[in-house]
Structure formats: structure tokens, C-alpha cells
């Protein structure tokens, strides 16, 4: 079944869309071709496409959850319709959709105008299965691709890796505890653009790895990686979408498709055995072993498939510009990221504290909380509509804030006497129907009294009430 998702995930899925086409080294003619291209594939407009690329210029990824229109068509195909939809691409990867369409209407799948084309096409795309993904396919009965690929320039792509390492007595009372190494290689060069070991392969090491990198070497335009639950974690996602990183999942039990960290693998097992004769004590003598490694040894060595340059002198002399991003957006991309709902209160909880939202707007509503752990006394908010907000950590006092209490009862109901609706409807009939017979009787502005005393603002009554009451 679909899951479903929110619109902040939605938004990081259109940010994976149009990535390609955040290059700056695109040209005209290659850009709109590569727009063409993505939306074809993707079963939207090419001006749909252009606006999504405009909005994630101005505002990042907000700037497309604001944008996002709910659509839940994609629950109104059956599973067991799209699995036929497989079938027939897989007997013929150059079947069309429409042609697909018409095959499983004419055998009773479905009804004449259930399956929407571009539905169909993004149920296929995702399952792996679009015209463009079966067709690399055509000339290997096995379905899988073995032909080498290789970058032109430098951070065009990233792949990454996570690695089992040796055993350290960092564990309880000293006892051996296996380390990680977890890093990131440039496609074009062979780069290690960062590596280390850590204690743990969790989704926290990797975005921890992968900020480390991008600080050192600017945004890729593309990160590919493996399935595995540190990688697609929502957390991860989020970061790289921020960015504008297209992030990119080789297929299931295909290691072969980052051939060129795991290379760099079978390298990293030679210096992964000498350890154990060093037997370090502490993953810093570790990483500092490695790192001297990785600079004077592998990033110094000739590589084949570089005429016998080195991945340093590679990358240093690369012609492609590094794609820096300022301190503070990257900080900012890579904080903490929870969903929750502002509470009636004009809360929001995180950790058993309560937050108060400043924004009473906001009440009701699924908002996401930017959490930075070096100071939890307050959260930003951010919901699709809204400006980004600040919610500080709620102090409970003694005293009550009797205008916000005002302004939040005076959201109720308003007792009336007509329908301004049916008003405004007669209203426009008489005025266009002026020969009508009919008569219509309006509700009359009240005129004001001179005699009658001024009316008191309800905060300034309760106000009074409050110094009376002392």
C-alpha cells in the first residue's frame, strides 16, 4: 500500500525531482532539454517543472510546501492493478502508458476512465518500473546494468558508504566494541571528500558524516547511496532537500552500482588489518591514524582509471567551481526536524516540555519543529502559509494574560438574525432584475445613539475586575 506522507516529504520529493536542474553548470539549451525531459518522466507540465525550480530559488524547500496542492489520487489505483501494469511493461519495456491503460480497461482491471495516465506513471516510476528505467534493461536478460559510468567534473556526484571496522576497548569496562567507517567519494576524481569511524552507524552518524563533507567541499549535485534505514531516514531527507542535493538509491542487493566507494573498500581492508597489529585505544588515535592514511597514502597514489594521476591532484585541479553553502544555512539545514500539533493551548510539546507558539494562527494545525539540542528554551516552527515562528519554553506564572483570552473568545460564533449570503444573493437579483415584482426585505444598518453610553472593551472590563478583585 501507498504510505502516506506529509506535505514537508512531499516537498523534499519535488526537490529530488528537479535537482538536475539546479546545476549551475547547465546551459540554456541543456536545461530546457533536461526539463523536457524530467517532466515527461514525471507526468507533469514542463511549466509545472519551471515553477518548482523558481520557488525552491526563493525559498528552499518551503517555497514548495506553501506551493503543494493535496492530491490523493495516487490511493485510487489498486495494487493489483498496477502489479498488471508491471507485467505488461516488463513483457514490453516500449509500451506506452496509454497503451498499458487500454490493455488492462479492454481485460477488466478497471473501469473505462478509472486509470489517470500520469497516476499510472508515477505508480511505475516509483515501483522502478517507468519506460526510462526498463529500458537500460533491454539487452540484459538478468535485469541488471553493469556499464561503467563516470563523472566530467567534480562534486557532479557523490557515493557513499558505511564499512564495518575493527574492534576497539571502548566498550563497558574496556570490553571490545566494533567501530564504523563512514564517508563519501567523488565520482569524477576518486576523492575521499570525508571519512571517518564512528561508534555507530545510525542515521545521526550519517547526517553527522555528510555535513562534515559538505562543509569541506560545498553541495553535490547528486549523493547516491544504498537503501539501507540510515539513508532513507527522514531526518537525512530532510537535510539534503534543504539543500537542493538529489539524493539517489542504488537498486536492492546492486553494490555494483557504486563501484567506486567500494574499490576504495577493498583498500580501506588492507589499512583496516594493519590496525590490528597497531592496536589503538581510542577511536581518536584510530581516526587519526586513518586520516594520515587516507592523505599520504590513497589520495597520493595513482589511480588506472585517472591516467595514473592522483584523486588529489584530480580534484585540486578540477575546472569546475565548489559549490560553498554560508555557515548558517548549512547549520540550519541539518538541525533536528519533529512533526507535531499546536495544541488548543497554543502549545507545542518536545521532550515532556510544552512550548508556546507565538502565532495563534497556528492553533490546530500540524506544524514541523526545528530543534537545535545546544539550546532547547525554544523551537522554530514552520507550516506550509505561515511565516517561520519562534516558540519559547512555557513558564507557568500566577497571572493570566487577559488580552490573548479576549482575542481567542472572540473566534466564536457571532449570533445574527439573517443570512448575508441570501442577502448578498437578492441583493444582486434586484439590482440585475430591476422590473422584478418580487420584494426583498434587507436588514437595515443599525444607527448609532448619541444617548447611549460608550461601549467598554471586554480586556479593559476584565482588567478592572482584576484591580478591583485586588
Known sequence: MIQKTGKIEKAADKVQLIAPLLSETLSTADRVDLQKRIAAEAGLSYRSIGRYVERFKKKKLLGLVAAMRKRDDLKIISDDVVDQAIILRRELPSRSIEDIIFILTSEHFAGMGEIKRSTLQRRLQQAGYSKRQMMQYVNTPQLTSLRRFQKEHRMMMLQGDIKYGPYLPIGPNGSPKQVYWIGWIDDATRYIVYGRFYTEMTALSVKDSFKMALMMCGIPDVALIDNGKQYIAHDFKMCASSLGVKLRYCRPYAPETKGKIERFNSLLDKYISEVA???????ERLNAGYLAWQEEYYHKHSHSSLQLKTPHDTFTNDTRPLKMVPQEELEYAFLERKKRKVSGTGTVSFDGRLYEVPNPNLVGHHVSIVIDRKDITKLQVECPGFDICTASLQIIGEDIDY????????????????????????????????????????????????????????????KQVKEDAK
Not at 597489529?277 to 577511536?283: D, E, W
Not at 432584475?433 to 420584494?439: E, F, G, I, L, R
Open 277 to 283: 597489529l597497531k592496536m589503538f585505544n581510542t577511536l
Open 403 to 462: 488580552e490573548s483570552r479576549v482575542r481567542a473568545e472572540s473566534k466564536g460564533l457571532l449570533k445574527t438574525d439573517t443570512s448575508r449570503y441570501i442577502d448578498s444573493i437578492e441583493r444582486e437579483y434586484k439590482k440585475n432584475h430591476p422590473d422584478a415584482q418580487m420584494v426583498f426585505d434587507f436588514p437595515q444598518k443599525p444607527q448609532a445613539d448619541d444617548n447611549e453610553p460608550e461601549q467598554v472593551p471586554m480586556y479593559s472590563r476584565l
